[in-house]
Antibody
């Protein structure tokens, strides 16, 4: 079954760190670029980060640049998002999504994992 | 960064009616790299339209996209009950993606 499953969300205090994972199955993970997208409560979708199929580069939204790091392990079919120096406005459901081609639209999404940043 | 503004925020229509959703960009969208997604409660977003007007696999032909430059629209020719959802436009093709804030299509 072609799917993406996120994990690693939870409640964390401001300033702390959290690492999200996205496990891919049913397709050749190493052949696709991958993204993280988030949705804060009551808000719309916000693109967070992109990594190409081979992990050779990465891109970030200004709101997370310098604090978040995207990575991938193609041998484990898994995408990661390391989130440091978390802030209350990082509270959101985080989704991983598959790129249709390099810097294309997203044709497969996970169900999301909730991150709550609160003291 | 390209800012996408969708209108209206909420659209109230009845099944069988025609829906037109708008997406305006703060600057010209590169190579017409504009997509539309449908989002239903409790579900992940679903890609409907890419490249302004190309339907994704499985998208019914009552959905159509149009526009160029900075003004784009998604039209649903005859609304079915399953079409009531939130719709987002997205610009891609550059390393800094952006989404519109969404249009909620609700049943009147």
């Amino acid at each position: 079954q072609v799917q993406l499953v996120e994990s690693g969300g939870g409640v964390v205090q401001p300033g702390r760190s959290l690492r999200l994972s996205c496990a891919a199955s049913g397709f050749t993970f190493s052949g696709y670029g991958m993204h993280w997208v988030r949705q804060a409560p009551g808000k719309g979708l916000e693109w967070v980060s992109f990594i190409p199929f081979d992990g050779s580069d990465n891109y970030y939204a200004d709101s997370v640049k310098g604090r978040f790091t995207i990575s991938r392990d193609n041998s484990k079919h898994t995408l990661y998002l390391q989130m440091n120096s978390l802030r209350p406005d990082d509270t959101a459901v985080y989704y991983c999504a598959r790129d249709t081609y390099h810097l294309g639209p997203f044709d497969l999404w996970g169900q999301g994992t909730l991150v709550t940043v609160s003291s | 960064e390209i800012v996408l503004t969708q209108s209206p925020g909420t659209l109230s229509l009845s099944p069988g009616e025609r829906a037109t959703l708008s997406c305006r960009a703060s600057q010209s969208v590169t190579s017409d790299y504009l997509a539309w997604y449908q989002r239903k409660p409790g579900q992940a977003p679903r890609l409907l339209i890419f490249g302004v007007s190309s339907r994704a696999t499985g998208t019914p032909d009552r959905f159509s996209g149009s526009g160029s430059g900075t003004d784009f629209s998604l039209t649903i020719s005859r609304l079915e009950p399953e079409d009531f959802a939130v719709y987002y436009c997205q610009q891609y093709g550059s390393p800094l993606y952006s989404f519109g804030q969404g249009t909620k299509l609700e049943m009147k």
